[in-house]
Structure formats: structure tokens, C-alpha cells
């Protein structure tokens, strides 16, 4: 089997995190840029100290440390004389990813002290406001969504065609209940960003419904299926989706199978979607797989731990399920397939609800022209 292989014993609930601060950046993992500032240096430091530190922090993030990983790209920065943007980029990165805001936040405060443009002075107020962000959500102080809204403030005034500030801005003010000036933030993304269309998605929701902007909400993804369709998850706005993530080198992912087979024939024609991520390398092999077990529902092929799907939801291990909501909010899961079932009858049954109160309000209300 291959070596990142991780799996438990028992079919279980994925291993999220995203009750910790590192599901946060999962979360909001779309609006990190790349960052010019960040990327100044191609390489590591040039003092042969700061050099032999980071190989040693690169070693540790590789066996996942991140937190400790992020300590030793932060001292390798101070031995090079605090002239190492890229040990200072991977320090905050897997600071945030950790959960670990105090040193994402000092190496942010590092990182303003290198040289730098508007453009770049722009992104790392973005991240400072991103920081701080978290930590309003963690600690629940207002003060800090206040801080963060200034920092981005200021990093409008560096980059105004910055348009990720205003969809980071409009979170930041949701949880400050300011309502319609966060929708006014979520619009101005709307009318300037043109890059990420998941994105774009997930911000058209907010604009709509402000409090789904408060809420712990599954991060926004888009996938290509076996059959090439291409899939986001707020094109299912409405259904309740359930995400198992396995793989066919995977036995008890294997041994799940017929229960998740099960659970897709039960539902068939009610508000849910049932997708597989699979970690397989091979994709003949998948295809082969898929075809002969009559896995029919939606099917995607994610590659392993690294790959886009497997990072944005922060699986560790296999096999893996999480349920999303009707309005897209990431559901807790148990141990046990018995729990998922239970869960799934419980959320269609609000989906259901959902869609009968919005078929009632559509139809009280009268076309325009329409007579008495």
C-alpha cells in the first residue's frame, strides 16, 4: 500500500479539525494569495547556519509538524539576519494551517520589515486581517473582526483592484452583525473578481444570506467527476451532500463500500448527493473499480493525501465521511455507520422542509402585472 496510508481500524468520521482554528484556514484556504512579497526570495536563507535550520524545518513539515515547523522557518529567517521572505512564507502558511495564530501573526509582523511595493504591503495586510479574523472567531471579541476590517481597509488603499479584500471585509463585518455593509462587501467581489468561480459561488450565498457568512461552513470546492462533469458544492445549494472519502488499495474503505451503496439507493430521488473521493493513483485501475462494484453515484478521483480535495478538508485518514447541510453548513459526524444514517434521514427531512417553505413563498407571491 502506498506510504501516506493512514487509516483507522473502524469506518469513522473524518478526522476534520474543523471545530480548531485550522479548519478556519481550510476554510478561507481559496482567498490566500500567492504573494509577491512572500515569493521575493526564490530560495532559503544564505547564511549556512539559517540554511542547515531550514532543511531541518522542511524535514519536520514533511513528517507533518507544521507547528513545529513553523518555529524553525522563523528562527532559520532570524539566523539569515531576518532577510529570508521564503522561510517567513512557510512559517505563516503552516502556522495558519496548524491553528497556531500567535506565530502566524509574529511571522506576518516579521515579514513587514522586509522591503516591499504597495502590492506587496497589500497582501500582507490581507494576512494580518486574516489572522486576526481567526482569532475573532476563536475568542469571540469583536475588537478583533474591528482590527481586521482595518487592516484590510488599508490594504484597499495599497491595492484597490485587491478584490479578495472585500470578501474577506464582508466576513469580518457579518460577524460583526453589520449586515448590509457586509453584503455590500460581498457585492463589490462580485462585480471584480472574475477568477475563482467557486468562489464567486460561495459569495453570491453570502450576499443572499448573510448569517451562512457566520456560520461554520464546509469550504468551497469544485471537482471534475469520472464522467467529466464538472461539480462545485454550492451548484448543490438546497441538497444534503455526503462526502466518503476512500480508495481501492484501502480495505476497510472497500468493506464500507456496500453501505455507502446502500445509503445511495435508499435516498435515490430525495434532496441528497452522495460523492466518493478517491485517493487512487491509477486511474485505469479506479475506472476499473468503479465500473465493476456499480458505484454509480458521483464518482471523483482526488489522487492522494496532497490532493486538493484530500487538503481543503483536511483528511488524514481513510476511510473518511463528513455531511453537508442543505444550506452548505459542515455537519458533525460520529463514529459509526449507523450514526451517518441517522443524520442523513435528519437532515433531508430539513432540506425537504427547506424546499416546501421556499415552493410556498414563490408561489404567494404575484407575478408582476398580474391582476387580483
Known sequence: MP???????????????????????LLYAATIPAGAAAQSSPGGPNDPKAQKTFDEAAERARHGDKEGAADEFRKANKQDGGHCATCLNRAYRLALESGDLKTAQAAVADQMLLPAN?????????????????????????????????????????????SRLHYLMGISLAWLHRDDAARSEFNAFLSQDKDDPSLHQRAQRYAERIDLARSRMAPPFS??????????????????VL?????????????????????????????LVVISVSFDSDD?????????NGMTWVQIRDGKFTGPLAQV????AIPATLTIDADGVLEDQHEGDAAIDGNLKKLIAQAQELANRKNAERAAVKPAGAGN
Open 243 to 271: 462526502i466518503d472519502f476512500w480508495a481501492t488499495w484501502c480495505p476497510p474503505c472497500v468493506a464500507a463500500l456496500p453501505h455507502i451503496r446502500q445509503i445511495a439507493r435508499e435516498f435515490d430521488g430525495q434532496p
Open 313 to 316: 478538508f483536511d483528511i488524514r
Open 3 to 25: 506510504g501516506e496510508m493512514r487509516m483507522p481500524g473502524l469506518k469513522s468520521a473524518v478526522q476534520l479539525r474543523l471545530v480548531s482554528l485550522a479548519s478556519l484556514c
Open 223 to 240: 471537482a471534475t467527476t469520472i464522467d467529466a462533469q464538472r461539480i462545485s458544492l454550492d451548484s448543490l445549494a438546497g441538497k444534503v
Open 284 to 292: 485505469a485501475k479506479w475506472r476499473e473499480f468503479v465500473a465493476k
Open 118 to 162: 504597495d502590492s506587496d504591503r497589500a497582501e500582507l495586510h490581507f494576512r494580518l486581517a486574516l489572522v486576526l479574523q481567526r482569532r475573532g472567531i476563536k475568542e469571540k471579541k469583536d475588537a478583533l473582526f474591528t482590527e481586521s476590517c482595518d487592516e484590510l481597509k488599508t490594504a484597499l488603499a495599497l491595492d484597490p483592484q485587491y
